[in-house]
Every structure is written in structure tokens, then in C-alpha cells.
């Protein structure tokens, strides 16, 4: 089980939002590669970023901070990237410039041509990120709740070759409410790529639960608000999640 820390930019720090909502962030650093080595030390198997302004801009908006980050620990980690990601120049920039996975978003269900296009020129490199609520799934920084189901997309998608699927409840997201396991799992049940939780972290407990489950097909979760307020050590959970999953 993956324990994969979330590093969220917006003009060039690191801040944790709650549900979504660009007014309501919390700034947690002013140096995002030198979070991003922290969380590299402390035991990360791979990193995840997410570009907030370019996520609402449609644009990448803070590459000076992703490429510092790349720089400081993309041989030591992988490190996949999501926001403002709308055409294949962008994410062949990025994967030239040492990132490796590509996460798409609202684009994936606004535009799929662009994401078979995607996967067909960038094979294992592509993870779409599907954001829901109630099983229904939202797009436009949540902002916009669309009739599609999670399960019916995301069975598409993996036809197209998507690397994985990282699953956000947005109701949950940043409230340390608890990971929607139930959800995650039906989803992970219905799918042979992986799963990626999100949405909610709160402690040890969800890490927990998610080992439990994990053999359905659940390949880590997201780190957000809990490991930046210290709810969760992030080496201890790391440490119990391998020993649970050993």
C-alpha cells in the first residue's frame, strides 16, 4: 500500500484547501522541493502534486515549482502530476521533464478524445483522476456535477489503456472525515487497473481499513490535510501499512 503525500501549489507553495475551494487554503510551506525531499526522507514511494491554479486556469501555472521539485527528488521517487493538463504538449513537456505519471481531470470527461489520445502516445504514463460525489461525477475543480457514474467511466477509460484511476469523494476532501472505503472498493471491485484512494484521510484507522481491502485492487491513498496537521505521522502509517500489507 502506497502512502502517497500530497503536495498542493498554488502561486508556488504548498497549501491543503478545504473541499476544493481556492478561499479556503491553508498555506503549509513556502519551498515545495523542500517539502517534497521531506516527505522523500520520511519514507515516500512516490509524491503527488496538483498544479491549483492551473486546475482552475486550464493551464499549468506553476512549472518553475514542479521542476524544482523534479529536480530535487525525481530519481529518487516517482512523481505524478494533475491540474490544468488539457493537451498532449503539456504532458509530453512534463514527462520530458522527468515526471511520471500524467493525472487527468476534468478534461477525461469534457474532451475523451484528448485522453485516448493520450494514452495511445503516452502509454503508462496516463492516470485519470475521477472526483465524485454520491457516485456521480464532477468536473471543473468540483465545481460542476455531471450525470455520468464513476464505475460506467472509469470501466472506459481502462479500455483505453489508463495507468490507474485516483479516486476522490469530495464531499470528504480536506474535512478529515474518514476515506470512503466502501466506495473505493466497489470501484476498485469493478476495475483490473488499480486504485488510488482520496479524499478524507483522517489517521492510522483508514490506513488500516485500506490494507484490509487492499487485494480488491486499491494500490495506495493520497496524503493530504492529516500529515500536514500531523493527525497521521506519515512514517508510522508507512511502516504499518508495509508491515499489514508485508
Same mark, same amino acid.
Given at each position: 500500500m502506497l502512502l502517497i503525500p500530497a503536495i498542493d501549489l498554488k502561486d508556488g507553495h504548498c497549501v491543503r484547501l478545504v473541499q476544493g475551494d481556492m478561499d479556503q487554503s491553508t498555506t503549509f510551506g513556502e519551498d515545495p522541493a523542500a517539502m517534497a525531499r521531506k516527505w522523500v526522507d520520511l519514507g515516500a514511494r512516490r509524491l503527488h502534486l496538483v498544479d491549483l491554479n492551473g486546475a482552475f486556469a486550464g493551464v499549468p501555472k506553476n512549472y518553475t515549482a514542479i521542476k524544482a521539485i523534479l529536480k530535487e527528488v525525481g530519481d529518487d521517487v516517482p512523481v505524478q502530476l494533475g491540474g490544468g493538463i488539457r493537451d498532449l504538449d503539456t504532458i509530453e513537456k512534463y514527462i520530458d521533464g522527468g515526471l511520471?505519471?500524467?493525472?487527468?481531470?476534468?478534461?477525461?470527461?469534457?474532451? !475523451?478524445?484528448? =485522453?485516448?489520445?493520450? *494514452?495511445? @502516445?503516452?502509454?503508462?504514463?496516463?492516470?485519470?483522476?475521477?472526483?465524485?460525489? #454520491? /457516485?456521480?461525477?464532477?468536473?471543473?475543480?468540483?465545481?460542476?456535477?455531471?450525470?455520468?457514474?464513476?464505475?460506467?467511466?472509469?470501466?472506459?477509460?481502462? #479500455?483505453?489503456?489508463?495507468?490507474?484511476?485516483?479516486?476522490? #469523494?469530495?464531499?470528504?476532501?480536506?474535512? =478529515? &472525515?474518514?476515506?470512503?472505503?466502501?466506495? &473505493?472498493?466497489?470501484? @476498485?471491485?469493478?476495475? &483490473?487497473? !488499480?486504485?488510488? @484512494?482520496?479524499? /478524507? =484521510?483522517?489517521?492510522?484507522?483508514?490506513? +488500516?481499513? =485500506? *490494507?484490509?481491502?487492499?487485494?480488491?485492487?486499491? +494500490?495506495?491513498?493520497? *496524503?493530504?490535510r492529516a500529515i500536514y496537521t500531523g493527525a497521521l505521522d506519515f512514517a508510522a502509517a508507512q511502516a504499518r501499512a508495509d508491515a499489514l500489507s508485508g
Open positions: 511520471r505519471y500524467v493525472i487527468i481531470g476534468t478534461a477525461a470527461v469534457k474532451n !475523451p478524445g484528448f =485522453l485516448r489520445d493520450a *494514452c495511445s @502516445a503516452f502509454g503508462g504514463h496516463i492516470i485519470v483522476g475521477l472526483d465524485a460525489k #454520491d /457516485g456521480k461525477v464532477a468536473t471543473d475543480g468540483w465545481s460542476k456535477l455531471t450525470g455520468h457514474e464513476v464505475i460506467d467511466l472509469a470501466k472506459k477509460f481502462e #479500455d483505453w489503456g489508463v495507468e490507474s484511476i485516483i479516486y476522490t #469523494d469530495i464531499g470528504r476532501d480536506g474535512m =478529515l &472525515t474518514g476515506i470512503n472505503i466502501e466506495a &473505493t472498493v466497489k470501484l @476498485a471491485q469493478a476495475l &483490473t487497473i !488499480p486504485v488510488i @484512494a482520496s479524499g /478524507g =484521510l483522517s489517521g492510522m484507522e483508514d490506513i +488500516e481499513k =485500506l *490494507c484490509a481491502v487492499q487485494e480488491e485492487g486499491i +494500490e495506495g491513498v493520497i *496524503c493530504g
